[in-house]
């Protein structure tokens, strides 16, 4: 399945997003159908959204092409896996694009300072006061009864763990490999250092069986 993940700013601005979109549903070019996830940050770089687009929503390119556009706050986990579901089962079933706007918020990494006081005092005022997604969703469990505190507690003890021992172990690391960095099937990256390509070619058979199943029919010219 296609799956792409964009910035607000990005897929609001960038020529590139439009133009995926234009040609989505040619034959030629088609993936039948990609779910687009947007990070919704609402302010992208370091711009309000009323300096950046003329359009309500920062998805409202997807319209181009009627694809279906779900906004969800990113505070709401179950809200989050409804939508994508309902997102993966439309692609399933129509083929076509579909977006998921998913609005939050970035705490930090906001420019090159990483201060964002300086460019929305107002919003990071209300944003340094939020608590985090994690606590709201772990009250919530807690409240309903369906997790206990110490419950809660064991899970986050046990991410942290799996994360400071990937980390210890990362800082062992005395070699880099090409594999870490590469996801290519078409290079032969098995070798310390080797950018060889390695051999690439598919059966008749199967590539015959992909073009019948997969690609419509080309139209014959007149």
Known sequence: MSMLLHGDAAF???????????????????????????????????????????????????????????????DDPEAVMLVANIAAEWRSTWHRDVVIDLVGYRKFGHNEIDEPMFTQPIM???????????????????????????????????????????YKKASEETKIYNKDWLDSPGLDSSKEGSLESGRHWVAPRKLSYILERDLPKAPKCP
């Open 12 to 74: 609001a601005g960038q020529g590139v997003v439009y133009e995926t979109m234009g040609m989505s549903e040619l034959p030629a070019y088609t993936t039948k159908g990609t779910v687009h996830i947007v990070a919704n940050n609402q302010i992208g770089f370091t711009t309000d959204p009323r300096y950046s687009r003329s359009s309500p929503y920062c998805t409202d390119v997807g319209r181009v092409v009627n694809a279906p556009i779900f906004h969800v706050n990113a």
């Open 124 to 166: 990071y005022s209300i944003i340094k006061k939020h608590p985090n997604v994690l606590d709201i969703y772990s009250n919530k469990l807690i409240a309903e009864g369906v997790a206990t505190k110490e419950e809660v507690q064991a899970v986050v003890d046990k991410y942290d763990k799996i994360c400071e021992e990937a």
